[in-house]
Structure formats: C-alpha cells, structure tokens
C-alpha cells in the first residue's frame, strides 16, 4: 500500500519561512521522480517543484530563488522549504509521486498522491 503523508503546513506571516516534509511508503522511492504541487480555491492544481530520481530540480518562475526541494533517499523522504511566503502561496500543498517504466514495449505510468496540507500566508 503506497502512503504519501505530508506535514508542515500552518499559518505563517508574510515574508516568514515554511518547511514541509513528505513520508513516502510502500514505493521503491528512490526511483521516483517527487513533486510538490499546490491548489488554491477556484484554480487548478499547479507544480510549484519537483525533483527527479538524480536529484535535478525544476521549479516554476513563481516560486523560483524562494522555494527549495530537497530528497532524502535513505529516510524516503521529500521536503519543501518555503521562503519569502506571499499571501497568494496560500493553498492547499500536495505531495507526489511519479515514476513511468516500458516493459515489454508496453509503457506504465505510477502516480502517487497525499492527501495535502493546508499552507495559509496571512497576517
């Protein structure tokens, strides 16, 4: 049974830091590629970063140079660190897991998701 339990969501002033972590189970989690997205009410879900099984980064304009993933191969672990928050961070942020393999030609895609953690950026 995969298990993707996110924490470190809260209440958090504008400007201040927020650090999220992501416990991955029952996955070989070191091959998968891990994202952070997040969904505000009324949009659609969105990345806001991701990293693959070799540790590359991708992050989107909006949070790039404030937001930082890291990957911890040996807890399962993902983490966000959030600085510089904005009120318009304000979301629900979703951990997630994805791995694509072909065997026999034919393609598989694994694609993991936790339940999400409320991160509010008010004062």
């Known amino acids: 049974q995969v298990q993707l339990v996110e924490s470190g969501g809260g209440l958090v002033q504008p400007g201040g830091p927020l650090r999220l972590s992501c416990a991955a189970s029952?996955?070989?989690?070191?091959?998968?590629?891990m994202g952070w997205y997040r969904q505000a009410p009324g949009k659609q879900r969105e990345l806001v970063a991701a990293?693959?099984?070799?540790?590359?980064?991708n992050y989107p304009d909006s949070v790039k140079g404030r937001f930082t993933i890291s990957r911890d191969n040996s807890k399962n672990t993902v983490d966000l660190q959030m600085n510089s928050l904005k009120p318009e961070d304000t979301a629900v942020y979703y951990c997630?897991?994805?791995?694509?393999?072909?065997?026999?030609?034919?393609?598989?895609?694994?694609?993991?998701w936790g339940q999400g953690t409320q991160v509010t950026v008010s004062s």
């Open positions: 029952g996955i070989s989690f070191s091959i998968y590629a």
């Open positions: 990293i693959t099984s070799s540790g590359s980064t």
């Open positions: 997630n897991a994805y791995k694509r393999s072909v065997v026999h030609g034919v393609p598989y895609e694994y694609d993991y």
